[in-house]
């Protein structure tokens, strides 16, 4: 995966990142500011590659703008204030509901789109083997690790499930009654091979020494760069111009 500067920088170095806008959006309230980071985001995941960019494309569309739209239009009908713009039926929109929801959801995408664009550039394993070097416990890591992995498991064993109904005459494509039809008998397989491979993953960890009380060590080691020094430093100097900037004005 690590084919670019991008890709081959740090896990941490690109947490840095995530958690600089994160804290920037909120020292630069103005929606505006919050909102420009995502076509800053969209360059860098372009820039990644063309595979992560439309990963972070499909993932954005799918996650954040039905979300998006649904806060909103809550904010503006039914955030509290006097400025009326207009009204629909029973529903009225104010100015303070209009401000109120482009700064909410602005925070929201650039946020949101951060952590898609995180784990869309970085490896699972390498996110948590760089916990485990800052200190993480290899438990506490291994919870990490089955939490961030298990979706996208269970994903391929009822895709897997799926294509095995498909080989039987099992109708699972059409409407969506259809679908629902061909996917409940799937939840019991689905849920038995899910506990099926935690034992498993168990006997294994255990036939590994998993819980010895030892220190752990590991064949898989991560780098840092000179921009993995840099960068964080950079981002830390940033803030603190932003905030001197923000309480300066």
């Known amino acids: ?34 909102y420009a980071w995502f076509p800053v985001l969209t360059l860098l995941a372009l820039l990644a590659g063309s595979e992560a960019f439309k990963e972070f494309i499909s993932l954005t569309l799918k996650a954040l703008v039905i979300l998006l739209i649904i806060v909103f239009l809550m904010q503006l009908f039914f955030y509290p204030g006097e400025n009326v713009l207009g009204e629909w039926w029973i529903f009225q929109w104010t100015e303070e509901g209009l401000l109120y929801g482009l700064s909410l959801t602005s925070k929201i995408l650039a946020i949101g789109a951060a952590f898609i664009l995180f784990f869309r550039v970085t490896e699972v394993k390498d996110f948590v083997k760089s916990l485990e070097d800052i200190g993480l416990p290899p438990m506490g890591a291994y919870v990490v690790l089955s939490t961030l992995t298990i979706i996208p498991e269970m994903k391929k064993q009822m895709n897997t499930i799926m294509e095995a109904q498909k080989t039987r005459g099992v109708e699972t494509e059409g409407s969506l009654m259809v679908r629902a039809k061909a996917f409940i008998p799937t939840l019991t397989p689905l849920i038995l091979s899910s506990i099926a491979s935690t034992e498993e993953r168990a006997i294994t960890l255990e036939s590994r020494a998993f819980s010895a009380p030892v220190k752990k060590t ?27 900037w923000r309480v300066m004005s």
């Open 1 to 34: 995966m690590k084919q670019n500067f991008i890709l081959s920088l740090h896990p941490m170095t690109k947490l840095f990142f995530v958690l600089f806008v994160g804290i920037s959006v909120f020292i630069i309230p103005h929606y505006g500011f919050a």
């Open 218 to 244: 590991s064949l898989h080691k991560l780098t840092k760069g000179s921009a993995d020094r840099i960068l964080p430093i950079a981002f830390l100097i940033i803030l603190i111009l932003l905030i001197v």
